[in-house]
């Protein structure tokens, strides 16, 4: 009989939980891993990234994507630090990850190069569940436990093993694991509904109101149907925040798009009007763009009860997964014959949409960025994924690209942290490798660490069925990254360096296309998406178009109209520049 290790044995539980793939740095403290990763021959992979936070942002993009649970190995000290980011993402966004460092503690006084107390280090954002391996024999249990707590949770958790630990060997038992039950958060272990009486006050709540509002967030996922058809039923119009953007398809004509500093004029209005609101699968951080406190009364769903009321008051709250919730719902309501309040929020959206047009339509040196986003729309395949980095790209993103229904979208939604998009399409790539896969970057998050990761790129491209992974950077040579109005610095210490994006990635051995002429853009976004490679698609847009964030509508939308007609004009947009740091 072969000689099992724990490291073996770490392998045979990410089998057991059915982890395709761990993403990482190598490193001597995480060498016995790696080194028995490498002999299964790809069952899981060893992935490994240019620095350990894009590891830690790909685990967690493999969690956003697949719904399963994302794995990142380090090594203690600063390898340890540099996953910081991407747990941080993962618990703000409740996805289910796991850390296995490694630490070397075989110094000459038993300490460790490089040593971190890594309790204390991971003790916040794995605070569910953080442990050290001591004993070959419990290295499967607490594994499994590691794994289950990310799962159950919905949230980071990490496991320490030292390389001494990872090299023992593990008693001759019999094989470990027999009868675990896996769970990934795609598969609850139980069924969540909300009490009866709650259900009966919210549904006489909702069918007691006359304008009212649904806010989607990323828990509305695999709701879509309830979503549309309990819109329908109460004439609502219907928002979504940035992580619920890809819940319904944009192109229902009540869809008001994304609601705050990034989203739509139409989703403002919305808020602004209503007098009920329903809250499903959403922890949108944007409550300058909610109603005013008592404006409305609300209705709360969602599968965690900790999050209902943080950001709104929640007059019933339903804790419950969000599709039979709502079937729940559908099933004690009554249809509205009102529909004045539909009417009125449609005219909303097409006045929107219009405006988004002549946006996008209107001039610019060289490129106008709307412009860029809204060619993709009308080309956007119709499967595969969608990931989107944190500056300007994420205002462009949100109002003028409009995903066919299945394409999935996912971002850094709540810690906003540049520099995940790149990251997260190797992971959506890798795990769909015959779907096409778009990600959305500025030109600061390509310097940051997107060039790196194009190495990353060129080096696992081949295996993939389908070779579409198409780069959108957006190079406004901003130092301050987001553009929005501000006229470029004179002084060249204060602009960012102006780099060949496209000829980097031809370097590579990728396909590169750089675009500056507003005409050619169509036919740039053609090439790009038939390229039988990955491809950059380099445009160099005018840094001074306005971000032009929508105002509040805190005035009843119900005025703007008269018998569904325009009765006055809407206030104009104040044109806001914006920073890096106010987005979440």
């Known amino acids: ?96 990850v796991v850390a296995i460092v490694g630490e070397d503690i075989s110094g000459p006084l038993g300490g460790a190069h490089q040593e971190i107390g890594l309790s204390r280090l991971f003790g916040d954002v794995c605070n569910q569940f953080v442990r050290y391996g001591r004993s070959p024999d419990e290295v499967g249990t607490l594994l499994d436990q590691a794994f289950r707590t990310a799962a159950a949770t919905r949230s980071p958790t990490c496991v320490v093993l030292p390389r001494q630990l990872q090299e023992a060997l593990v008693p001759d038992l019999q094989s470990y694991g027999a009868g675990v039950i896996t769970a990934t958060p795609g598969e609850p272990l139980a069924r969540v509904l909300p009490h009866e009486v709650d259900l009966d006050a919210a549904a006489q709540l909702l069918g007691g109101g006359q304008r009212t509002a649904i806010l989607v967030g990323q828990g509305g996922r695999d709701a879509a149907a309830e979503i549309i058809e309990i819109a329908d039923r109460l004439g609502a119009g219907v928002a979504t925040s940035l992580l619920g953007k890809p819940v319904l398809d944009e192109r229902l004509p009540f869809h008001t798009g994304v609601l705050g500093e990034v989203g739509t004029p139409a989703a403002a209005e919305l808020m602004g009007g209503c007098d009920t609101l329903l809250m499903v699968g959403t922890n949108d951080p944007w409550t300058d763009y909610f109603p ?22 929640a007059d019933v709250p339903l804790v419950g997964d969000a599709a039979e919730t709502l079937r729940a719902l559908l099933s004690r309501l009554r249809g509205r014959s009102d529909q004045q309040w539909r009417a009125t929020v449609e005219s909303s959206v097409d006045r929107w949409r219009e405006v988004a047009a002549e946006r996008a339509a209107a001039a610019a040196d060289p490129v106008n960025p709307q412009l860029v986003l809204q060619e993709l729309s009308a080309r956007m395949p119709g499967t595969g994924a969608v990931a989107v980095d944190v500056g300007s790209v994420l205002y462009w993103y949100a109002r003028h690209l409009t995903l066919p229904p299945g394409v999935n979208a996912q971002l850094c939604g709540t810690l906003g942290s540049m520099g995940c998009a790149l990251p997260y399409a190797v992971a959506a790539k890798l795990a769909a490798p015959d ?84 005409e050619l853009v169509g036919a740039a976004w053609d090439e790009a998406l038939a390229a039988d490679r990955p491809c950059v698609l380099e445009a160099v847009v005018d840094p ?41």
């Open 435 to 518: 779907q096409p896969v778009v990600a959305l970057v500025g030109d600061g998050a390509m310097q940051l660490n997107g060039l790196a990761e194009l190495i990353t790129v060129s080096h696992l491209w081949q295996q993939w069925r389908d070779p579409r992974l198409v780069v959108l950077v957006l190079n406004n040579r901003d130092q301050n990254g987001m553009g929005g109005g501000r006229q470029l610095s004179s002084d060249p210490t204060r602009r960012r360096p102006d780099v060949p994006y496209a000829g980097w990635a031809r370097l590579l051995g990728l396909h590169g296309v750089r675009v500056d002429r507003p």
């Open 1 to 96: 009989m072969v000689d099992r290790t724990v490291a073996d044995v770490v392998v045979e539980r990410l089998l057991a939980w059915r982890v395709p793939r761990a993403f990482g740095y190598p490193g001597e403290a995480i060498a016995p891993l790696v080194d028995a990763l490498d002999r299964t021959g790809g069952e899981p992979a060893f992935i490994p990234a240019r620095h350990e936070e894009t590891a830690s942002f790909m685990a967690t993009g493999h969690a956003k994507f697949t719904g399963g649970i994302g794995v990142c190995l380090a090594t203690q000290g600063p390898s340890a630090v540099q996953l910081l980011n991407g747990l941080y993402d993962a618990k703000l966004d409740s996805k289910p």
């Open 544 to 584: 001074t178009v306005s971000l032009a964030p929508p105002e509040p509508a805190f005035a009843d939308l119900r005025g703007l109209y008269a018998d569904g007609a325009p009765a006055r004009k809407v206030r104009e947009q104040v044109e806001v520049s914006a920073n890096a740091d106010d987005l979440v």
């Open 292 to 313: 005013m406190p008592e404006q409305a009364r609300t209705v709360q769903i969602d599968i965690d009860g900790r999050r209902i009321g943080t950001r709104y008051p």
